[in-house]
Structure formats: C-alpha cells, structure tokens
C-alpha cells in the first residue's frame, strides 16, 4: 500500500508540467488566418505590420492542422527561392539541424531535414523524407515520404501583394507524429514553431532581396 503511495506521490511533479505546459501556451493563442487571399477585416493590417498569425485545428484520427500566414517584403520568386533553399535551411530555420537535397528531377525534389522538436519533457530529434512539387512561384506542395510521422503533408501559398515587392505567405500542414505525444502538446509546439519558421523565412528573403536590389545599384 506505501508503495502505491509513493508511486501517485511520484507521478505528481510530471502532471504539474503537463499542466503547466497546457495552461502556458494555450494562453499565447495566435489570432486565426484565412484559407485565401481574401482576407478577413484587419487581417491584411496585422500581416502588413509584422504579425504571423497562426491557426490550430483537430482533425480526424488525432490529426493537427496547421495555418500560419506572413507578409514578406519580397517578391514571390525571392521567398520561393528561400523556400526551397533546402541545403541553406540548417543554416537559418530554427531547430533545423540538418538539411538538403537528395534528387531533383526538374518537376520534382526529394529533400531530407532533421531538427529538435518538443516542449518540456516532450523533446524529441525527428527526421522527415519529403516529396515537394509545384507551381514556380505560387504553390508547392510537400509530402513524407518516410521519417518520424504517420501523417505530414501539406503546401506553401505565395500571393503577390500588388501595391508594393511584397508577398503574402501561407503555411498548411496536417500533422500526426509516429511516436507518442499527447494532441495537446503536438498543437503547443506548432502554435511555438510555426511562427519562428515563417519569420525565418520572412527574414532570410528579405535580406536576400535587399542585397540583390544592392547589388543591382
């Protein structure tokens, strides 16, 4: 009986964390995003002052949806160069600690990425494979081919944006890891992660296109 005591007495500092974490980022709640470039009242506002906004969804068989948007002072074709900068990504996307091409066909890319992943005692090193494809440079779309998931799919959208060399940026995946994380925490650390991917993405095609227009004078 003492045993069991002290067994429920032990398991008291882990469900203080699982709490914590659940309460902490549900707390920092991103405003929800479109699915088009018609954008809701004050949304185009907020992506041109600089917010990332970021929308979470439950799906079918413990699937997360991801939705994140940005505006990039760039043209389309210098954030799709980023984008698909894929042996550059280790050196600029957060967590990224590997990255590159395996082939590429001319209408298709087979790239690997490897990085960090997870919250407090959910850390985790993933690995993923992907299949990416597409329409240069309005669409691409990404597919695992194998790595740490059972679901990671999803595409890129590049909507120019016509009163200035800017883009309009937006993220959408379905995720469901292959290894054992609770919903809620697989929704936290994309609610913390997307933003950081996208506005490493905003920065580096920036900084790209200010140094082409630099070196253009």
Not at 32 to 55: A, I, M, S, Y
Not at 57 to 82: H, M, R, S
Not at 135 to 148: A, S, V
């Amino acid at each position: 009986m003492q045993k069991v005591i002290r067994q429920r007495i032990n398991m008291i500092p882990l469900l203080t964390v699982i709490l914590f974490s659940f309460l902490f980022y549900t707390e920092k709640a991103f405003p929800v995003t479109t699915n088009n470039p018609d954008f809701l009242p004050g949304q185009r506002e907020k992506l041109l002052n600089g917010e990332v906004l970021v929308v979470l969804t439950n799906l079918q068989d413990n699937v997360t949806g991801v939705e994140g948007q940005i505006y990039i002072a760039a043209p389309p074709k210098k954030v799709w160069e980023t984008i698909t900068n894929y042996d550059n990504h280790k050196n600029f996307v957060p967590k990224v600690t590997d990255s590159g091409i395996i082939s590429d066909n001319g209408t298709e890319k087979v790239v690997f990425e490897k990085g960090k992943s997870g919250i407090f005692i959910f850390r985790k090193n993933v690995y993923v494979k992907l299949k990416v494809w597409g329409e240069n440079p309005k669409r691409l779309f990404f597919q695992q081919i194998t790595g740490d998931f059972k679901v990671y799919h999803g595409e890129w959208i590049l909507v120019d944006y016509p009163q200035g060399p800017g883009t309009f940026l937006t993220y959408k995946a379905e995720v469901k890891p292959d290894f054992y994380a609770p919903r809620f925490a697989v929704k936290n650390v994309q609610q913390h992660e997307c933003p950081l991917m996208m506005s490493a993405m905003k920065k580096q095609a920036e900084a790209s296109f200010a140094s082409e227009k630099k070196s253009e004078l």
